[in-house]
């Protein structure tokens, strides 16, 4: 799954009515739900507040809102930008303020699901990988150089404790571990010492298509 980089808004303009989606990204329903009543208070006095969120790891809970605009014109569309884009954890809000030309089903549906796409291009997205976690335990003669070479390496450090030896967590997928086992050893040669110590979930930048 995925989720956007960052919370803010996108702006567009369809046949005079204007389009205003925010995002934001939300953990529960509740934070889902104060996010939308706070846009409805900015925006009191438009047309439409139309809505949709997905929560959960596996993007299991699904909510939308037509806001009065015809049903399935509005609230279903955004949800389809959120399900097709793998989206979770992420709420979204289009406020119409009506131009006076009437867009029809279909107009409205194009508008209302094109403003959550483009709304989503503009902020980016993160995509979350479960990735082990493995502790790099080293001397302190063999750790500073050991730091540098991890940061500059594929491999995404995390913390870095100082004790009796100097502790540096690295992240690294399921499949990488041998791989970086190897990298370790020709690193430090054999100098240091690693242990898988669990998982975590990070988010990092989604791998370009193709």
Known sequence: ??????????????????FICAMA????EEQARAFIAERRRLHWNA???????????????????????????????????LRH???TDAVAVVTRYFGGIKL?????IRAY???VSAAVDEL???????????????????????????RSSPYPVRSVEYGADVRIDVALPEGGLAEFEAWLAEATAGQAVSEVVGTAEVEVEPEADG
Do not use: F, W
């Open 104 to 108: 029809g089903a279909g107009g409205l």
């Open 124 to 150: 980016g997205l993160l995509e979350r990988r479960r990735l082990l976690v493995v502790a790099v335990m080293a001397d302190y003669l063999h750790a500073g150089r050991l730091e540098s070479d991890l």
């Open 47 to 81: 047309a439409h507040n139309c809505t949709a969120y997905v929560l959960g790891p596996d993007g299991e809970v699904q909510r939308s809102s037509d806001d009065g605009e015809p049903s399935g014109t509005a609230g279903v569309p955004m949800l389809e930008v």
């Open 85 to 87: 884009r793998e989206i």
């Open 25 to 28: 990204r939300v953990g529960d």
């Open 113 to 115: 699901g094109g403003a």
């Open 1 to 18: 799954m995925r989720t956007i980089s960052r919370d803010g808004e996108h702006e567009l303009e369809i046949r005079k009515s204007r």
